[in-house]
């Protein structure tokens, strides 16, 4: 049986000095069937990184005309024809090219045929958070449906979903808040701590964004 290429996905390349002595920073470049294409973004641009990733896959793979059985489509062109039709009109399109690159990350190998209830299940476990997975696959799903609708592949393809947490009943009130940033304040090693909570109290975004924030590139 040949051997299953894995589909392009994000490494992160250690530190390293060429063949001149030149040293090299860490930087995450994309791993496609032996190849290194440098993304030119360092470790703490993973959010970047990430949507470089989603841009060469919609670079790479392309629309094929006529209705294909799901057992010769692989995820990665679905993903490419939504990142090219879809995405561009989304309210915020850079957060759905993180989520595309990491579903392409898990998906990327794998043809339409192979999603399933246990291979989904299997992603959830393997996300940081269910709502994370839950959004994740989310967006494979809608990317899915535009494929078919499309008239790019001819059967239907079900996206098994984790179960929807409950909602939130309680947030922190004004004086807990404050007991939380005086704790992270006075230990040394916190303090870095207690200007995150302010920073993402008084702007409201989420962690990634506050942990990216910067004056400069």
Same mark, same amino acid.
């Given at each position: ?59 790479? $793979?392309?629309?094929?005309?006529? #209705?294909?059985? #799901? ?16 995405? #561009? ?50 967006e494979l799903r809608a990317a899915i449906n535009h494929h078919r609708h ?11 979903? #984790? ?52 004056? $400069?590139?």
């Amino acid at each position: 049986m040949p051997r299953r290429f894995k589909g392009p996905r994000l490494w992160l390349r250690p530190a390293r000095r060429d063949k001149n002595g030149k040293q090299h920073g860490a930087v995450y470049v994309i791993l496609d069937r032996g190849r290194q294409v440098s993304t030119g973004f360092t470790a703490d641009e993973s959010d970047r990184a990430e949507q470089a990733l989603a841009q060469y896959i919609g670079q790479k $793979h392309q629309r094929e005309a006529g #209705p294909r059985d #799901p057992s010769r489509v692989p995820v990665a062109d679905v993903l490419a024809v939504y990142l090219t039709d879809v995405v #561009p009109g989304h309210a915020r399109p850079d957060e759905s090219k993180r989520r595309i690159a990491r579903i392409a990350a898990f998906f990327g190998d794998k043809l339409l045929s192979e999603i399933n209830g246990q291979v989904c299940r299997a992603y959830a476990r393997a996300a940081s958070t269910d709502a994370m997975a839950r959004r994740d696959l989310e967006e494979l799903r809608a990317a899915i449906n535009h494929h078919r609708h499309e008239g790019l592949h001819d059967r239907i393809v079900s996206v098994v979903l #984790p179960p929807r947490r409950p909602a939130r009943e309680r947030w922190l009130d004004r004086s807990e808040v404050a007991k939380l940033l005086r704790t992270a304040w006075r230990r040394p090693k916190c303090k870095q701590l207690a200007r995150f909570i302010l920073f993402a109290l008084y702007t409201g975004r989420r962690s990634t964004v506050v942990c990216n924030a910067s004056f $400069h590139r």
